[in-house]
């Protein structure tokens, strides 16, 4: 009964949470299909809006959701691509990202400006009235630009004076949801040394299968577990008629009808979205790409999604009672699911702790070091104490150091982290051509993470643990034409360039033609760089056209041609 009153007060105040939005119209003219919703778990990130289907199409009108004007546009070859952000008088603005272009009057401003910079890259803050646009005003068309996977419209609704983006769901837009969120899994993760999981000390997945109107444990009653545990799970939800995987709005978890942790995800703050990789199991996204919530906040989580906590969800199973466990969640439209099982407190087997190489507190600055490396993590990089782990191995082909296991890239960092490593026999000459890169030890593959030489040994800032060396980027980027064979035009309005590098990335390019700057736009997924003819070329005549690509070591490339247009 208990249960029941909390699902309907929770019904209850999701009516009244959605009542107090302004209403507003759908940026499309289509039904809104989401492939992605508000909360969802992305890399480093909870995805701050709801993406729209385009029926895999580009060039689909985008309509403004409400009277306001065009506050700022965003221009660049990643992240949101093309994008509109426009403040309404209700104190809201909406965003509108990945578009194929702006209406005629934005597009024309936007290219003066993208010239007077002699940038394709613009982030632009238009006077307050210079573009006021209607509800319902078409304002671009859909597409793919910036980071995007496929055609979809990004749109947000964020607080104007806060920055902070809010579930567009609770605007009552026309999406049927009728259908409850799903889950395959639990983990089960012992969190002190005295704790385990049916006699194991690691962390453990279970599956889980729907029965009698919950899920419940896939082939067995209930675990045997002892001392401080959390919980896990790896939640979806699902939209009527639309099989794409979205995120949970909301979760509870109770341990006998005790709450113990909740959260839910109505808003975000951009300062604090990193702080995902400590609220997921992080091993788990790296390797297989899942989101799982974790029951339990580790001492470093900052987020503040969380709504009622005991101990910070961490419940430590110590007396000989059997106890009930719950996990109930629930989508933006309060349609929830739970998954109910039981523990008994079974003391552990003593096991022998595994030595690590040292020790590293979560809160303070901490250090390693050896003869040829040094590492450094300021505090508040790690979300917890961490066992920390080396190993050195023989250098890779190629390699100016040997290998550096700095940890597992398992592990997550919330700040970069300062990695030394020593030179071995790095030519004369070279030293400035130097970085560390993480290495694949499958594929043998490299990974640029920067780096600069300095007295023997090559530094750099890095994010994520994993094998690392010095290694040396001599080779300049490339330049393939896709327009222009033997001088000669092979497309009537626009010429067309693959650009690529294969180490330490793309850092600078420059197009001319006549001498004159001219604004090659950048589509960095497809490593594509485009012209499009427009009144600045004379027509009938022969023109000289020049790219420059330059790399992140000052290895640089030139291309040059002349055509007749």
Request: negative net charge.
């Amino acid at each position: 009964m208990k249960h029941v009153i909390i699902f309907i007060f929770f019904v209850v105040a999701g009516a009244n949470l959605h009542a107090q939005y302004p209403p507003m119209s759908s940026p499309v003219n289509i039904p809104i299909i989401l492939n992605g919703n508000f909360g969802e778990i992305r890399a480093n990130h909870f995805h701050s809006g709801i993406d729209i289907k385009t029926n895999g199409e580009i060039g689909l009108p985008v309509f403004s959701v409400d009277d306001g004007y065009i506050s700022r546009i965003s221009v660049s070859p990643v992240g949101y691509g093309n994008a509109l952000y426009i403040d309404h008088p209700s104190g809201y603005t909406s965003v509108y990202g990945h578009l194929d272009c702006f209406s005629d009057t934005i597009a024309q401003w936007v290219k003066s400006q993208q010239y007077k910079e002699k940038s394709f890259q613009v982030n632009l803050f238009p006077e307050k009235n210079q573009f006021s646009v209607n509800k319902g005003q078409e304002i671009g068309k859909s597409g793919n630009s910036g980071s995007s996977a496929g055609p979809h419209l990004h749109f947000e609704i964020r607080k104007t004076t806060q920055e902070k983006p809010v579930n567009p769901l609770f605007f009552d837009f026309e999406i049927g949801d009728t259908t409850k969120p799903a889950v395959e899994n639990l983990y089960v993760y012992p969190l002190s040394d005295s704790s385990h999981v049916m006699s194991k000390t690691e962390k453990q997945r279970y599956p889980l299968v729907f029965y009698g109107g919950s899920y419940r444990l896939k082939g067995i009653q209930s675990l045997d577990v002892w001392g401080k545990i959390g919980f896990g799970i790896d939640a979806i939800d699902y939209f009527d008629n639309n099989w794409s995987k979205c995120g949970i709005y909301q979760m509870e978890y109770w341990v006998d009808n005790q709450l113990i942790n909740s959260f839910e995800v109505d808003e975000l703050d951009f300062n604090l979205s990193r702080y995902i990789n400590s609220h997921i199991d992080y091993e788990v996204f790296k390797q297989n790409n899942k989101g799982v919530h974790k029951t339990y906040i580790e001492p470093g989580n900052k987020l503040g999604l969380y709504q009622q906590t005991y101990n910070g969800g961490v419940f430590e199973f110590s007396s000989k009672k059997r106890h009930k466990v719950q996990i109930i969640f629930y989508d933006a439209h309060m349609n929830a699911s739970e998954i109910v099982f039981y523990v008994n407190p079974t003391r552990p087997i003593p096991h022998n702790k595994k030595e690590s190489d040292a020790y590293f507190d979560y809160h303070t600055d901490n250090r390693f070091e050896t003869n040829d490396i040094k590492v450094y993590l300021p505090v508040e990089a790690l979300y917890t104490d961490l066992n920390f782990e080396y190993k050195k191995g023989i250098a890779p082909n190629g390699a100016f150091s040997s290998l550096h296991r700095i940890h597992y890239p398992t592990t997550p960092l919330h700040l970069p982290i300062d990695v030394k490593i020593k030179g071995e026999n790095i030519p004369t000459g070279l030293e400035e051509k130097t970085l560390i890169a993480t290495f694949d030890i499958k594929t043998g593959e490299y990974t640029s993470t920067g780096g600069t030489y300095n007295n023997g040994w090559v530094e750099s800032k890095i994010r994520t643990f994993g094998d690392m060396c010095i290694v040396a980027d001599t080779i300049a980027p490339e330049i393939r034409p896709l327009s222009i064979d033997n001088n000669k035009l092979t497309e009537p309005n626009r010429i067309r360039f693959k650009i690529s590098d294969k180490l330490s990335g793309i850092k600078h390019y420059e197009g001319t033609i006549d001498e004159k700057w001219a604004l090659f736009e950048y589509d960095a997924k497809r490593d594509l760089l485009t012209y499009y003819f427009d009144e600045r070329i004379k027509k009938e005549k022969k023109h000289k056209i020049e790219l420059l690509v330059e790399d992140h070591k000052q290895n640089s490339s030139i291309y040059t041609a002349t055509f007749f247009y």
